[in-house]
Antibody, heavy 122, light 106 residues
Framework: EVQLVESGGGLVQPGGSLRLSCAAS????????MHWVRQAPGKGLVWVSR????????SYADSVKGRFTISRDNAKNTLYLQMNSLRAEDTAIYYC???????????????WGQGTLVTVSS | DIQMTQSPSSLSASVGDRITITCRAS??????LNWFQQKPGKAPKLLIY???SLQSGVPSRFSGSGSGTDFTLTISSLQPEDFATYHC?????????FGQGTKLEI
C-alpha cells in the first residue's frame, strides 16, 4: 500500500525552527518528485515546495523562499522540510504529496499524507 | 503566478442532484488541471487529473472537462459521501496554485 506519514509538527515561537518529516512506503520513493502543500486553519491549499527524485532540483513558493529547505534521504525513504525564521502566517497543516506525471507539465498529486499541524505563536 | 478562480465558493444541493463546479485560470494552462476532494479533518484526495482523466478507484459519477483557461468538475448524481470541499489545481507552471475551494453542502 502506498503511504505517506508526516511527523514533526508542533508549537513553536515566532522566529523559531522546526523540521518536518514525511516517511514513504509502498513505492519506489526515489523515482518520484515530492511536494509540500500547506493549509492554514479554515483556508485553502497552498503549494510550498518540491524536490526531484535525486534531490538535485528544488523549488519554493516566494512566501517561504530563503526560510524553508526541502530535502530527501532516499536510503531512508523520507522527505524533509526544514523551516526556519517561522512566522505566525506559517501556521498551517503541512501535507507531503507524491507527484505522478502524465507528460510534460502534467503533474498530479496522487498520494497525500495525513498532515502535521504547525502552530507558530508566542 | 497563475491565479485559479473557482465558482461557486459554496453550493447547496441534494442527494441525486447533478452539479457542476467551474475553475478558471488567469492564463492558458493547456490541460494541466487537477481536481481534489477534501473532507473535514482529512487530506485532499485526487479525483480527476489532466482535466478529464478519472483517478483509479474514483466513482464514474465524477467527470472533468475543459482546456485552456476554463474547466469544470461534474458530479452526475450526488451521493451522501460527496458532500465535501472541492479544489482545483494547475500543474502547468510554478507555483502550482490551487483555487480557493468550493464547499458542497446539503
Amino acid at each position: 500500500e502506498v503511504q505517506l506519514v508526516e511527523s514533526g509538527g508542533g508549537l513553536v515561537q515566532p522566529g523559531g525552527s522546526l523540521r518536518l518529516s514525511c516517511a514513504a512506503s509502498g513505492f519506489t520513493f526515489s523515482s518520484y518528485w515530492m511536494h509540500w502543500v500547506r493549509q492554514a486553519p479554515g483556508k485553502g491549499l497552498v503549494w510550498v515546495s518540491r524536490i526531484n527524485g535525486d534531490g538535485s532540483d528544488t523549488s519554493y513558493a516566494d512566501s517561504v523562499k530563503g526560510r524553508f529547505t526541502i530535502s530527501r534521504d532516499n536510503a531512508k525513504n523520507t522527505l524533509y522540510l526544514q523551516m526556519n525564521s517561522l512566522r505566525a502566517e506559517d501556521t498551517a497543516i503541512y501535507y507531503c504529496a507524491r507527484a505522478s506525471t502524465a507528460g510534460a507539465s502534467r503533474y498530479y498529486f496522487d498520494c497525500w499524507g495525513q498532515g502535521t499541524l504547525v502552530t507558530v505563536s508566542s | 503566478d497563475i491565479q485559479m478562480t473557482q465558482s461557486p465558493s459554496s453550493l447547496s444541493a441534494s442527494v441525486g442532484d447533478r452539479i457542476t463546479i467551474t475553475c478558471r485560470a488567469s492564463q492558458s494552462i493547456s490541460s494541466s488541471l487537477n481536481w481534489f476532494q477534501q473532507k473535514p479533518g482529512k487530506a485532499p484526495k485526487l479525483l480527476i487529473y489532466v482535466a478529464s482523466s478519472l483517478q483509479s478507484g474514483v466513482p464514474s459519477r465524477f467527470s472533468g472537462s475543459g482546456s485552456g483557461t476554463d474547466f469544470t468538475l461534474t458530479i452526475s448524481s450526488l451521493q451522501p459521501e460527496d458532500f465535501a470541499t472541492y479544489h482545483c489545481q494547475q500543474s502547468y507552471s510554478l507555483p502550482h496554485t490551487f483555487g480557493q475551494g468550493t464547499k458542497l453542502e446539503i
